[in-house]
C-alpha cells in the first residue's frame, strides 16, 4: 500500500483545513484501519484520529475531539482529515497511515502501523 497526504498549508487561528490521504496498490482500501498522526517540532508523532476498518468507527484523540473530524470515501481509496477551529498548537507534519490488522486498543500507537505516507505540513499562526 502506498499513501500521498495532501492538504497542509498555513492557516490563521480559528480557520481551517482538510488533508487528504489517497491509497493505491494491490489492495483493498476498505479492509484497512486508516489513521492520522502528527509530529510538532521537537515532539515526538502523537495519534490525531482513526477510523476503523470494520464499521467506520472513529476516534480521536482527546485535544481534537469536536474540531477535527476523520473519513474514508472507499470508492475513491480516500481518507480525510477535517481540521475546524485550529489552534497554534495543532502546527505541526501531519501524516496518514494504514494498517490492515491493527487491533483498537492499538490505534494510538504509532509502531502498530505498517504503512505511512509523507507527510504534509499545517502551520496555524496566532
Known amino acids: 500500500v502506498q499513501l500521498q497526504a495532501s492538504g497542509g498549508g498555513l492557516v490563521q487561528a480559528g480557520g481551517s483545513l482538510r488533508l487528504s490521504c489517497v491509497a493505491s496498490?494491490?489492495?483493498?482500501?476498505?479492509?484497512?484501519?486508516m489513521a492520522w498522526f502528527r509530529q510538532a517540532p521537537g515532539k515526538e508523532r502523537e495519534f490525531v484520529a482513526a477510523?476503523?476498518?470494520?464499521?467506520?468507527?472513529?476516534y480521536y484523540t482527546d485535544s481534537v475531539k469536536g474540531r477535527f473530524i476523520i473519513s474514508r470515501d472507499t470508492a475513491k481509496n480516500m481518507v480525510y482529515l477535517q481540521m475546524n477551529r485550529l489552534e497554534p498548537e495543532d502546527t505541526a507534519v501531519y501524516y496518514c497511515?494504514?494498517?490492515?490488522?491493527?487491533?483498537?486498543?492499538?490505534?494510538?500507537?504509532?509502531?502498530?502501523?505498517?504503512?505511512w505516507g509523507q507527510g504534509t505540513l499545517v502551520t496555524v499562526s496566532s
Open positions: 477510523i476503523f476498518r470494520s464499521g467506520g468507527n472513529t
Open positions: 497511515a494504514a494498517d490492515r490488522s491493527i487491533i483498537l486498543s492499538s490505534l494510538r500507537y504509532d509502531s502498530q502501523y505498517d504503512y
Open positions: 496498490g494491490r489492495t483493498t482500501f476498505r479492509d484497512y484501519t
